[in-house]
C-alpha cells in the first residue's frame, strides 16, 4: 500500500467527470487500498479517487463515528443516487483538495444509493445523516464539482482568499 499525494484546486483534472468502473481486479483493489491508506495519512473521512488524480467512478468513506482508531471502511464503486429527501441538512464541510477551509453546505438529508462494492456486488440502500451528506460531497467530485461550487459567489470568494493565504503562509514557514 502507498500514500498517493492528493491533489488540490484550481487543479483542471479535479473539473474532469470520472469514467465508470468497468474490471473489478487486483488493480482496482490497490486503488482502493491506497485510496484508504492515502485517506487516514490526511487525514480525512472521505476521498474519491479523481482526488488522487485517477477519474474513476470510486469512493472510500470511513466516518471514524466510533472514535480515532477504529476503523470502518466503506467502499463505493459506480455510485448513482436517486430520490433525494425534500428535507435539507447543513453541515459544515472541508475538503483534502481545498485543505483547511471550511463552509456550510446544504444537502438533502436522505437519499437513495445504488453502487457496486470492491468485487462488483450490487447494493441498494437509503442513507442519512452524516454518511449522506459525505457521499453527496464525493459523489460531487465524480462530476467535476468541489463544495466550494454550492457556495455564494461572496462566500467562495472568501474560502478561496483563505486558502490562498494559508497556502502563502505554509511556503513561508
Ligand atoms: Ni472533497
Known sequence: MAVLPIIEI??????????PVGAFDTELKRL?????????DAPGIGLAA????????????????????????RVYVNPLF???SDEMS???EGCLSI?????????PASIRLRWQDADGAEHDERV?????????????????????DHLSRMKRD????????????????
Not at 32 to 40: C, P, V
Not at 132 to 142: V, Y
Open 10 to 19: 484550481p487543479d483542471p483534472r479535479l473539473r474532469k467527470v470520472s469514467e
Open 32 to 40: 482502493i487500498a491506497d485510496m484508504f491508506e492515502t485517506m487516514y
Open 50 to 73: 479523481i482526488q488522487v488524480g485517477v477519474p474513476k467512478r470510486l469512493l472510500v468513506i470511513d466516518l471514524q463515528e466510533e472514535g480515532e482508531g477504529v476503523r470502518n471502511p
Open 82 to 84: 436517486s430520490e433525494p
Open 90 to 92: 447543513v453541515y459544515n
Open 99 to 107: 485543505p483547511e477551509q471550511y463552509a456550510e453546505v446544504s444537502r
Open 128 to 148: 442519512d445523516g452524516l454518511l449522506a451528506t459525505c457521499l453527496q460531497h464525493e459523489n460531487d467530485h465524480l462530476e467535476g464539482i468541489v463544495f466550494t
Open 158 to 173: 472568501m474560502v478561496l482568499k483563505k486558502l490562498e493565504k494559508q497556502r502563502k503562509l505554509n511556503k513561508a514557514a
